[in-house]
């Protein structure tokens, strides 16, 4: 079954201790993307990769970082999370930028207290 | 930066009426994506409506684009509980091809 997957789903931490939110997908596919969403926000873009080893900042990049070493793992990774951070947050990916339907996964839950 | 800004935020309607939502942008568009979200889950891609189009169908979905309005529409027919959902209009522009959402219209069908 083609699926973006992300673990994990739901985490509580505290202030300063670095996290990882790892994202897989099994399509194949090129483009992939982070966003957070808030209430009231809709959906923000954090970071997005084109394909392997390229990442670019999305429109709020701060307080995260993001690796691509393979094409089918994007991993968020957040080195000192802060409250502010605290989020629903999504990947997606398509089979390339500008091919139109995103693929997301279910979403984490991240509370940073 | 969002480009995209659904209209109304909030929609509520009885099972059976017709659902209109709308979205509008600022910028001129590559392309039109309308995304649908269940309370929490991932968006699921609903259509995609290209620049050089005006109006496409999908089972109960309709989708317009008026491009010298720089706004689409989306029109749910026949509306059921299970539309129940959010639902966000995504746009790329230039040579980005990089979607970029709305805030969102929720959408409520009362059985």
């Given at each position: 079954e083609a699926q973006v997957t992300q673990n994990p789903r739901y985490?509580?931490?505290?202030?300063?201790?670095?996290?990882?939110?790892?994202?897989?997908?099994?399509?194949?596919?090129?483009y992939m993307s982070w966003y957070r969403q808030d209430p009231g926000l809709g959906l923000r873009?954090?970071?997005?990769?084109?394909?392997?080893?390229?990442?670019?900042?999305?429109d709020v990049p701060e307080g995260y970082k993001v690796s691509r070493k393979e094409k089918r793992n994007f991993p968020l990774i957040l080195e000192s999370p802060s409250p502010n951070?605290?989020?629903?947050?999504?990947?997606?990916?398509?089979?390339?930028?500008?091919?139109?339907?995103?693929?997301?996964?279910e979403g984490s839950r991240l509370t940073v207290l | 930066s969002q480009q995209g800004e659904e209209d109304p935020q909030a929609l509520s309607?009885?099972?059976?009426?017709?659902?209109?939502?709308?979205?509008?942008?600022?910028?001129?568009?590559?392309?039109?994506?309308?995304?649908?979200?269940?309370?929490g889950r991932g968006l699921v891609h609903l259509i995609l409506i290209r620049?050089?189009?005006?109006?496409?169908?999908?089972?109960r979905l309709r989708v317009t684009l008026d491009t010298s309005k720089k706004s689409s529409s989306?029109?749910?027919?026949?509306?059921?509980?299970?539309?129940?959902?959010?639902?966000?209009?995504?746009?790329?522009?230039?040579?980005?091809?990089?979607?970029?959402?709305?805030?969102?219209?929720?959408?409520?069908?009362?059985?």
């Open positions: 985490l509580i931490t505290v202030t300063g201790k670095k996290l990882t939110v790892t994202c897989s997908q099994n399509m194949n596919h090129e873009q954090i970071y997005y990769s084109m394909n392997v080893e390229v990442t670019d900042k999305g951070q605290t989020s629903l947050y999504f990947c997606a990916s398509s089979l390339s930028r500008g091919t139109g339907e995103l693929f997301f996964g | 309607i009885q099972e059976g009426e017709n659902a209109t939502m709308n979205c509008s942008y600022k910028t001129s568009i590559n392309n039109l994506q309308w995304y649908r979200q269940n309370s620049s050089n189009e005006r109006e496409k169908h999908s089972g989306l029109l749910i027919t026949a509306s059921r509980a299970a539309d129940t959902a959010s639902y966000f209009c995504a746009t790329d522009t230039g040579g980005s091809y990089i979607p970029t959402f709305g805030r969102g219209t929720s959408l409520i069908v009362h059985p």
